[in-house]
């Protein structure tokens, strides 16, 4: 008798362990009584608004078609499909988003919503990931060629996550 009130007693205490270790781990996560700040708040939904409206733009610029058009079709699918569909190069289509939030970031700049050293430290990191991204782009170019890698690893490695 007194062997299972010792493997009972036991059992509870792991089990209590357990689940203070669960408390704990997710009062971290929560951010310890400071508000957490996720995906879609005010701030993160403007830039993905502008950076969505952006997109529409250059596409009317690039194809000569009106903005409204061009959301119109975005609505029944994916901006890759549609730009494959208008013929639009991707390298021409980054290039021109590019340009576009340049000059984007040198109005900020002039209407003081940032300063002069955000927007090198901004410029520094579009220039990384473009470097990246093409480079990126060649290894997996002469991974496909020389037989180290299929068309589909390809896709996977370069395929978003969303």
């Known amino acids: 008798m007194k062997k299972k009130h010792i493997i009972l007693i ?11 270790g669960l ?5 971290h996560r929560k951010g310890l009584g400071f508000k957490q700040h996720h995906k879609g708040g005010g701030l993160q939904l403007l830039a993905g608004y502008q950076q969505k409206n952006l997109r529409v733009q250059v596409l009317s610029e690039m194809t000569g078609q009106s903005v409204e058009a061009i959301q119109l079709k975005l609505k029944d699918q994916r901006m890759r499909s549609e730009m494959r569909e208008l013929n639009i190069d991707r ?8 340009a576009k939030e340049r000059e984007r970031i040198k109005q900020a700049v002039g209407d003081g919503s940032i300063t002069p050293e955000q927007e090198k430290e901004i410029l520094a990191k579009m220039e990384i990931r ?3 991204r093409e480079l990126m782009s060649k290894l997996i170019k ?8 299929t068309r ?5 490695i370069m395929r978003r996550q969303r």
């Open 10 to 20: 036991s059992c509870i205490l792991v089990a209590g362990i357990i689940f203070s």
């Open 23 to 27: 408390a704990l781990a997710d009062s």
């Open 91 to 98: 390298q021409a289509f980054r290039d021109a988003m590019q």
């Open 130 to 132: 473009s470097k990246r």
């Open 142 to 149: 002469k991974g496909i060629e020389d037989g180290t890698i």
């Open 152 to 156: 589909d690893e390809a896709r996977m």
